[in-house]
Structures are given as structure tokens and as C-alpha cells.
């Protein structure tokens, strides 16, 4: 069973920026990593995954062109680089990994399909 751990959250003003990491116990090797965020009073949100296996990305356009997902499968970390962060992008963000189906494809809707998580890393951004 793969443990999880983020870090890297904080508090920074609109604009700014902040680099999330998600170090897992064992070899992320062809899985699909997955960041995912979930603000009070709200549904958990997905944000980006990641096949390892490949490189290939995935973002939500309501973060598309301000985040990127990221890999160094030599030290089992998936990053998300946030940019020009917003007060809206305010919550608990999570790292989640899933088994990809279809040979190489990821779930990229919702939480189903991941079944590992972290115990997730606070992010703040103030205006």
C-alpha cells in the first residue's frame, strides 16, 4: 500500500506562487498521479493528473495556463507548480494516486478511480 505525503503549501498574496509536492512510499512508475483541491462548504475538485508512465498531463481549464503538474519518477514526486495564484485557488489541496485503465489512459473526473491519498497541504492566497 503506497503512502502519500504533500508539502509545500502556504500563504501567499493574489499573484504569487507556491510549489506543491507529493513524495510517495513506493515507485509511482505508470500510474497516474493526481492533484486534486477541496475549499470549505465544497465538493473536492480535480485539478491535474499526471501518467508517469508517459509524461502526458492533464489540467482543468480552471487552472490551465496558471498550473503545471510535474514528475521526478527517480525520487517517486509528483510537483504542481501553482501561478499567478487567486484567492479562489484557497483550499486544502490533495495528491491522489489511481491504476491507469485502458492500457495508459487516467481518471480525470472527480475522485473515482483514486485510492490513494495524502492527508493533503493548506493553500492560501489573500487579495
Known amino acids: 500500500q503506497v503512502q502519500l505525503v504533500e508539502s509545500g503549501g502556504g500563504s501567499v498574496q493574489a499573484g504569487g506562487s507556491l510549489r506543491l509536492s507529493c513524495a510517495a512510499s513506493?515507485?509511482?512508475?505508470?500510474?497516474?498521479m493526481g492533484w486534486f483541491r477541496q475549499a470549505p462548504g465544497k465538493e473536492r475538485e480535480w485539478v491535474a493528473t499526471?501518467?508517469?508512465?508517459?509524461?502526458?498531463?492533464y489540467v482543468s481549464d480552471s487552472v490551465k495556463g496558471r498550473f503545471t503538474i510535474s514528475q521526478d519518477n527517480a525520487k517517486n514526486t509528483v510537483y504542481l507548480q501553482m501561478n499567478s495564484l487567486k484567492p479562489e485557488d484557497t483550499a486544502m489541496y490533495y495528491c491522489?494516486?489511481?491504476?491507469?485503465?485502458?492500457?495508459?489512459?487516467?481518471?480525470?473526473?472527480?475522485?473515482?478511480?483514486?485510492?490513494?491519498w495524502g492527508q493533503g497541504t493548506q493553500v492560501t492566497a489573500s487579495s
Open positions: 491522489a494516486a489511481a491504476a491507469p485503465y485502458g492500457g495508459a489512459l487516467c481518471p480525470t473526473r472527480g475522485v473515482n478511480g483514486y485510492n490513494y
Open positions: 513506493a515507485s509511482t512508475a505508470s500510474n497516474c
Open positions: 499526471i501518467y508517469t508512465g508517459a509524461g502526458r498531463t
